[in-house]
């Protein structure tokens, strides 16, 4: 069923040996790379349609190893890492990652992030309108709807959604967000940013308080799901 | 303040107050000698030389012994103005003030050096103390889930004799204990940044509402047993505060709220501007705290006696530490009737920019 390719770069085999059960038990082909010379050299022997990066290497750091794959490699890199600090994540999800887990993840929320990068990759074309679950964005026609019911939004709730809907399950930092919905003068605004997350959790959202749609990456920024 | 002045000033600052001290002895001693006779002034001197010598370092005081004794020789000796010295009397006095001034400075710095020793020694003794505590606490919270992992695997391997129901216990048991493992070890980690001193604020604005519900939220499914309920008022402005590290304050009171309340306890969360300050109030209609160790709860690895496993003594000073960081207060109270109240107040900025209507 699966037959998409992943290449593991973590240097501990307890990691390497525990994703690769994992991942091959749902039908992935897999490859793991000890060290950030081997994984480079992986990736340009035999590239994988995804990549799980350790940002903690011993040759390299993980921040090298993907500044030199973005430079060529156009496919889903998602960041494994035990430094939580967020100026980390950050800095890998602005230099092209895809994604981030830290360790210790739950195999579920692992799958499930690798099937949304792996989908992303799959239907990056410029459908006109797009469906998440219960809502359905139409973007020639600018519209939202959510069970079939028209929702009015203001034109910045629309780009805002539009965005993240365009890259649904990334997660896009907050300072990607105010540079592309109000400018680069808007970087430091963070409190734009939370008051129309509210606002458009207030309209689409079944439960505000509990969304499925728009979720908060503490201190990182936001995630759109399709659910 | 008084204490750093007389027990440690300044090297300069030593030399000056002993110079000073025997310069005005000695002008004291030349307005009253013809009175009081110049042996007198050796005493008057002595003392002052002893004075110094409780609280000056042992070279102020030689210099203070020294300069005493030839100043008492030159201006107060017969034949006085010169260093020659009239009688053997004298000269054997000057020769015994000489050395009991010594003698005081250097028993005085004998006394300040056992003093030293005797307040490392405790400060020693203090530390390892705490360590103790430390590792009898870590010994106890980290080894239990690495003791059911390491035998629930165990038992797993020889799977034989085991029914599927006995598997399907025990793997539960292993995750059960690698997340309390994970939260124990988060505990830590947050524990030796504050400690360290190396945590540094990032605030940025914060919706206080989504804090409180995303934290909420990642307490399904064992919230659903208790009634929860939250109140924040509509209009609640925007603050200034670090996300991350009021994530894991409110994370570690409610943990702490469920984990010392039996299921269906009611646990309310309050949220308010008040004051231009955040104020967070959590509470629940539980047993509550001794109210002789309410004081104790936020020191680090208290745990109420008797308390139901599964926590560090670590949450509540953390909890402390972290408000702390944003100059802010907790203060925990038992309610009238029944249950525990903790209150947060933080000083902060705010921003009511999502009252204005947008566009």
Known sequence: MNSASILII????????????????YNYHVQAAVNAKDGLTAVANHPPDLVLLDLGLPDESGHEVLRHLREWY???????????????IVKALDNGANDYLIKPFRTGELMARIRSALRKAATDENNST??????????AARIIKKNGAIIKVTATEYSLLALMAKNEGKVLTHQYLLNQIWGTSYTNESQYLRVFVAQLRKKIETDPNRPVHIITESRVGYRFVAK | MLHDIFYNPPKKTQYLISIIAVLSVVGIGLALHNLIGYRVVAFLLLVTVSILALFLEIVPVIIAAVLSA????????PPRFTFAIGTTEDRFLLLMYFIIAL????LTYKIKQVQKEVRLREEKSKAIKFYNTLLNSLSHELRTPITTIIGATDNLMNAEKL????????LSEISIASLRLNQQVENLLSMSRLESGILQLKKDWCDVGELVYTTLNRFEPAISNYKVSVFIPENLPLFKLDYGLMEQVLHNLISNGLQHNAEGTDLVINVDCVEEKLLITISDSGKGFPEKEIHKVFDKFYRVQ?????????GLSIVRGFIEAHHGTVTLANLPLRGAL????????????????NE
């Open chain 1, 10 to 25: 973590d240097d501990e085999v307890q990691i390497r040996k525990l994703l690769t059960i994992t991942l091959e038990s």
């Open chain 1, 74 to 88: 156009t496919h889903p890199i998602i960041i494994l890492s035990v430094q939580s600090t967020e100026e980390d």
């Open chain 1, 130 to 139: 797009a469906e998440f679950g219960d809502l359905v964005i139409d973007y």
């Open chain 2, 70 to 77: 030839l100043l008492w020789d030159l201006l107060f000796i």
């Open chain 2, 103 to 106: 003698i005081h400075a250097v």
């Open chain 2, 163 to 170: 029914s599927e129901k006995d598997k399907t216990e025990l």
């Open chain 2, 306 to 314: 008797g308390s139901r496993s599964g926590g560090t003594g670590l």
């Open chain 2, 342 to 357: 903790f209150t947060i107040e933080i000083p902060t900025e705010i921003s009511y920019i999502n009252r204005l209507k």
